[in-house]
């Protein structure tokens, strides 16, 4: 069974830095990948990075040169450094784990493409 528990979240002012992390449990490292989603009040969750199991990385143009995904295979966790916190930053974080059957995953930011979630973490950036 898959299980995604995210931490880290927390209220910063503009220009700190953040750093959340994911635990991952029943998921096969060299068949997943791991995601970032986030959603800010009144709008649609929207990808923020992935990774695959071969450290491909994806990122949304929005957090590119601010945020970090990283994944540690020994402790099956996922990590999101972000840096430069803006205003703009403040969401729900989710994790969320895509997983392939054969070969590496595609580092995908379709929501859809990902079949397992954590309940979220609260970042609040303000000015």
């Known amino acids: 069974q898959v299980q995604l528990v995210e931490s880290g979240g927390g209220s910063v002012q503009a220009g700190e830095s953040l750093t959340l992390s994911c635990a991952a449990s029943?998921?096969?490292?060299?068949?997943?990948?791991l995601g970032w989603f986030r959603q800010a009040p009144g709008k649609e969750r929207e990808g923020v990075a992935v990774?695959?199991?071969?450290?491909?990385?994806r990122y949304a143009d929005s957090v590119k040169g601010r945020f970090t995904i990283s994944r540690d295979k020994a402790k099956n966790t996922l990590y999101l450094q972000m840096n430069s916190l803006k205003p703009e930053d403040t969401a729900m974080y989710f994790c969320?784990?895509?997983?392939?059957?054969?070969?590496?995953?595609?580092?995908?930011?379709?929501?859809?493409?990902?079949?397992?979630w954590g309940q979220g973490t609260q970042v609040t950036v303000s000015s």
């Open positions: 969320a784990a895509s997983v392939v059957t054969f070969g590496t995953c595609y580092t995908t930011l379709v929501e859809s493409d990902y079949s397992y």
């Open positions: 029943g998921v096969t490292y060299t068949r997943s990948c």
């Open positions: 990774i695959n199991s071969i450290t491909t990385t």
